[in-house]
């Protein structure tokens, strides 16, 4: 049984160490669920552009074989704040038809190739036998004068603002890793 002192007509009543503990766990349990709920759903979008660019590496490989000139993958920023990647069936070489491109894919997390540009807009250019190389280009930019060389692997990051996912594609094989 609890006592009150009664000091000038007034009780003072404490509050336990049980109930303090309790109340300090059950703001614990909420900020761990809020954190995990917002900081999970960033990871989500992270993990989900990068199997998405995944799946376009695969797909412009594949347009690559069927084209007769090969792939450009293009990827620029979105006006959300992520990139917009976009499958054309060429790459830019004299002589090329430019022509629509045949899939896009938009991600809210940035994308950047250190390698070939600080910031979008780049192109992965991918032949008909699989091979990658890259460069800062867009179809606008028209065609280039030779295709680029690919001397190692091409890094790309990608970056939700709160975590880095470092992958690659290497020279002899358009394969995201």
């Not at 997390?109 to 992965?124: C, I, R, Y």
Request: proline letters at 7%; glycine letters at 8%; one cysteine or more.
């Amino acid at each position: 049984m609890r006592t009150h002192k009664v000091t000038a007509g007034r009780a003072e009543a404490g509050t336990s160490l049980v109930e303090t503990l309790i109340a300090v766990a059950a703001l614990v349990v909420l900020l761990a669920l809020s954190a995990n709920f917002f900081l999970g759903r960033k990871a989500y979008a992270l993990r989900a552009a990068v199997s998405a660019f995944g799946s376009l590496v695969d797909e412009a490989r594949a347009v690559a074989r069927t084209s007769g000139s090969g792939a450009s993958l293009v990827v620029v920023p979105s006006d959300a704040g992520g990139f917009r990647a976009r499958i054309y069936p060429y790459r830019p070489l004299e002589g090329a038809q430019p022509e629509a491109p045949v899939r896009a894919v938009d991600a809210p997390v940035a994308l950047t190739a250190p390698g070939l540009a600080s910031v979008p807009p780049f192109a992965l250019f991918i032949s008909s036998s699989g091979t990658v190389s890259g460069a800062a280009w867009t179809p606008d930019a028209g065609t280039l004068a030779e295709e680029p060389a690919c001397d190692a692997p091409i890094a790309l990051e990608f970056d939700d603002g709160f975590r880095r996912e470092d992958h690659a594609i290497a020279c002899g094989e358009a394969v995201l890793r």
